[in-house]
T-cell receptor, first 117, second 111 residues
């Protein structure tokens, strides 16, 4: 099946630093990638939808200046958490849709666990 | 009220049991219904996908959607210890729409 990778798998950083998370579709091209956040024992919450070559669409309540998304190519999207704080500690998961794919072809990455000290 | 409600469990069953997992939702515009399985510290993987009402079967898994009651179910027959994971329901309004997830139900199947 289609493979989506994320890097790094886990990161620990100090409060105030910025962290970049990469999401790559390894064997297909993705016009759309999604970024989710999952707190312990809670659901995946969509943060933003990223379209290649255009600005990301952020969900209500998600600060676009804090969570910078860049979808530079059809196989790579990055999420940068700027000036991270302990409350940003979470599990960040991306997903990617192949070209002409539908709702059932949204492939998820393995997630990145961010811990902000 | 959340758009999608799901009992977080945990649900603990013996090997071989039939497992029933459920979600309710409030938005009648949802047309696409998915069940994902998520192992600890991994991304979700799609198990079942249903459009509109009805049943769908795939091996030991059966998905049911009752749009009139806004209720969806996933049944697992002959459950195995390897089925131990968190099961997330998700739904959307149209084929390219965002997914709205339930909180997930943690399932443990013991030998």
């Amino acid at each position: 099946g289609a493979v989506v990778s994320q890097h790094p798998s886990r990161v620990i950083c100090k409060s105030g630093t910025s962290v970049k998370i990469e999401c790559r579709s390894l064997d297909f091209q993705a016009t759309t990638m999604f970024w989710y956040r999952q707190f312990p024992k809670q659901s995946l919450m969509l943060m933003a939808t990223s379209n290649e070559g255009s600005k990301a669409t952020y969900e209500q309540g998600v600060e676009k200046d804090k969570f910078l998304i860049n979808h530079a190519s059809l196989t790579l999207s990055t999420l940068t958490v700027t000036s991270a704080h302990p409350e940003d500690s979470s599990f960040y998961i991306c997903s990617a849709n192949p070209l002409a794919g539908g709702i059932d072809t949204q492939y998820f990455g393995p997630g990145t666990r961010l811990t902000v000290l | 009220q959340k758009e999608v409600e799901q009992d977080p469990g945990p649900l603990s069953v013996p090997e071989g049991a039939i497992v029933s997992l459920n979600c309710t939702y409030s938005n009648s515009a949802f047309q696409y219904f998915m069940w994902y399985r998520q192992y600890s510290r991994k991304g979700p993987e799609l198990l079942m996908y249903t459009y509109s009402s009805g049943n769908k079967e795939d091996g030991r898994f059966t998905a049911q959607v009752d749009k009139s009651s806004k209720y969806i179910s996933l049944f697992i027959r002959d459950s195995q210890p390897s089925d131990s994971a968190t099961y997330l329901c998700a739904m959307s309004r149209y084929n390219t729409d965002k997914l709205i997830f339930g909180t997930g139900t943690r399932l443990q199947v013991f030998p």
